[in-house]
């Protein structure tokens, strides 16, 4: 079971600044089948970026991923109020279980 | 529009069984393989289970296996959990899940199970 560890927990940044959440696997992901999530308080996931790299559909532009094999990064470049918000990685290309990460909060400093 | 509708959920005793359905519609559900995704309260997610779309292939986490049991039905585009064996640690919301191209592209809104005495 591949295990994926998320830094930092928590970042604290302010809206315009620019946001680097890390999510390195425990083993390489093949294919780099990594996705990332938003959730918002009370409300189911959203993807973000699969494949470790193609932001899925309606997703803005500021929102970008990166990385292979250990190590991954989703980067948002100029945060907006609603980027605040918990952050999960997923790998989804090895055998399941298809793990999540811890999460990482983003809050508003 | 896709739409993904999880029910079944409420307050079971440990040792208890519990069986939470999905109803899927505004896609073709019968091409798509269906994952079931908890959260814990206060907790980040974990990936429960999936079957393909043929329903001829079932993966489960660890800490369900020999517990759970993920059936769906093509006919009535509907994705069912069987949880037997409840313990506190699977009070969490269970979320059903679209596999798209890449993750986990639909979700529904959650149902809550509570497993308590």
Partial sequence: ?109 | EVQLVESGGGLVQPGGSLRLSCVASGFAFSSYWISWVRQAPGKGLEWVANIKQDGSVKNYVGSVKGRFTIFRDNAKNSLDLQMNSLRGEDTAVYYCAREGIGGNDYWGQGTLVTVSS
């Fill in chain 1, 1 to 109: 079971e591949i295990v994926l560890t998320q830094s930092p927990g928590t970042l604290s940044l302010s809206p315009g600044e620019r946001a680097t959440l890390s999510c390195r696997a425990s083993q390489s992901v093949s294919n780099s089948y990594l996705a990332w999530y938003q959730q918002k308080p009370g409300q189911a996931p959203r993807l973000l970026v699969y494949g470790a790299s193609t932001r899925a559909t309606g997703i803005p532009d500021r929102f970008s991923g990166s990385g292979s094999g250990t190590d991954f990064t989703l980067t948002i470049s100029r945060l907006e109020p609603e980027d605040f918000a918990v952050y999960y990685c997923q790998q989804y290309g090895n055998s399941p279980p298809h793990t999540f990460g811890q999460g990482t909060k983003l809050e508003i400093k």
